[in-house]
């Protein structure tokens, strides 16, 4: 079955590290994106990657990297200069119609 | 800019109650809509889209339909059940890079 899959469910870091998300899709999508999502509040863009090796900020980047060396992959890391890391992130894949993972669920202890 | 707003939640309806979620929207030109419903914990899906004035998208009992004349794209059910209990995002595909602009999300609470 084609799909994205983000990776771990549930990831803890404690404070001063970075940490690594996973995102892959086997859709053949060239688009793919990373949300952050708070508690009530809406889905903000972070960064977006339209073709492979090539990406852009999205309104919330600061704090956050990402990498784009295969089409099936665009990892995410979070980094220690990223104040307020606590949040659900989610990775989306596709052109104009978004098809998403199950989400990240990141903790700061 | 492209911009969608929708109305703020929440909303809580009895079972077998009417539905109306309302959404406008800002935009150059005549972009796809979409509403995406994410269940609790969940990522988004894709619920219904339409891509041209007049088109109505349905799935599961839900209906939208694109209204130019009124810049509008409200979700609509007839009978909503506990199982609808989600947050609905209304969204539109936004300028040439065609990456999605989103609403704020409306979170919807069915009681039995």
């Known amino acids: 079955d084609g799909g994205i899959t983000q990776s771990p469910k549930y990831l803890f870091r404690k404070e001063g590290q970075n940490v690594t998300l996973s995102c892959e899709q086997n859709?053949?999508?060239?688009?793919m994106y990373w949300y952050r999502q708070d508690p009530g509040q809406g889905l903000r863009l972070i960064y977006y990657?339209?073709?492979?090796?090539?990406?852009q900020k999205g309104d919330i980047a600061e704090g956050y990297s990402v990498s784009r060396e295969k089409k099936e992959s665009f990892p995410l890391t979070v980094t220690s200069a990223q104040k307020n890391p606590t949040a659900f992130y989610l990775c989306?894949?596709?052109?104009?119609?978004?098809?998403f993972g199950q989400g990240t669920r990141l903790t700061v202890v | 800019g492209n911009s969608v707003t929708q109305m703020e939640g929440p909303v809580t309806l009895s079972e077998e109650a009417f539905l109306t979620i309302n959404c406008t929207y800002t935009?150059?030109?005549?972009?796809?809509l979409f509403w995406y419903v994410q269940y609790p914990g969940e990522g988004l899906q894709l619920l219904l889209k339409?891509?041209?004035a007049d088109d109505k998208g349905s799935n599961k009992g839900f209906e939208a339909t694109y209204r130019k004349e009124t810049t509008s794209f409200h979700l609509e059910k007839g009978s909503v059940q506990v199982s609808d209990s989600a947050v609905y995002f209304c969204?539109?595909?936004?300028?040439?890079?065609?990456?999605?602009?989103w609403g704020l999300g409306t979170s919807l609470a069915v009681n039995p």
């Open positions: 989306a894949s596709g052109t104009a119609e978004a098809f």
């Open positions: 859709l053949n999508h060239d688009a």
């Open positions: 990657s339209q073709i492979v090796n090539d990406f």
């Open positions: 935009a150059t030109g005549y972009p796809s």
């Open positions: 339409a891509t041209k």
């Open positions: 969204a539109l595909e936004g300028g040439n890079n065609r990456k999605l602009i």
